[in-house]
C-alpha cells in the first residue's frame, strides 16, 4: 500500500500519463466532472445558501413530494426541492440509495428539465466483449461517446410527466422550465 517503498515499485503504481485519453469511460468521466463543477458555479443561489435555519428556501420532500417527518428518514430515498425562484431556478434533487427504483412526485404544475441523472443508461457504451452499443450511447449512435450523456445543461431534455423515477443508486437534478 505504500507506492513510496521499494516493494511498491511495479506497474500497478506507476501513473502512465497520457493512458487515459485511450479510453472513452474517462473522456466521460472528465465531462462529467467539468460539467458539474459549471453547474454547481452557477446554481451556488441553491448550493450555498444564506442561511440553514427553518426560513431556509429550500425543502426536504418524500417520494410523493411531502415533507418529510421523522419516520421518513428511515428510507433510503429523499428529494431536495430549492424553490426560492427569486434568486434562481427552482430545483428537484432526487436521491435514490434504493436496490429498486423509485418514482418521485413532481412539485408544482409546469415542466421540469432533466439537467443529470447518473442512472447506467446515460454512461454504459457496452453490453459486453462484443462492443455492441447499448443505453443511452445505442438509442443515440451519432452521440459522441467521449461525452458524458448523464449531463446536459445546454439542451436539457424537457419532462412533461407529473413524476419521475430515479432508478436504483442514482442521483437526479430537474430545473424547472422558465
Known sequence: NNAYSDGADNPNNWFSWGAWESYDERHRMHDFVREVIRFRKTHAYAFAP??????????????????????????RHVAIHYYDATRGPQLFILINLENASVPFTLPGDGAWQRLLDT????????????????????????????????????????????????????????????
Do not use: C
Not at 438509442?139 to 461517446?145: E, I, S
Open 119 to 178: 442512472q447506467w443508461y446515460f454512461d454504459e457504451t457496452y453490453a459486453n466483449d462484443d462492443q455492441a452499443l447499448r443505453g443511452y450511447f445505442a438509442d443515440h449512435p451519432d452521440a459522441d461517446l467521449k461525452r458524458s450523456a448523464n449531463i446536459t445543461l445546454v439542451t436539457p431534455e424537457i419532462l412533461t410527466e407529473p413524476s419521475y423515477t430515479a432508478t436504483p443508486r442514482s442521483i437526479v437534478i430537474l430545473q424547472a422550465q422558465p
Open 50 to 75: 444564506d442561511r440553514y435555519d427553518n426560513t431556509a428556501p429550500f425543502a426536504w420532500k418524500t417520494d410523493q413530494n411531502t415533507d418529510m417527518q421523522p419516520a421518513d428518514w428511515g428510507t
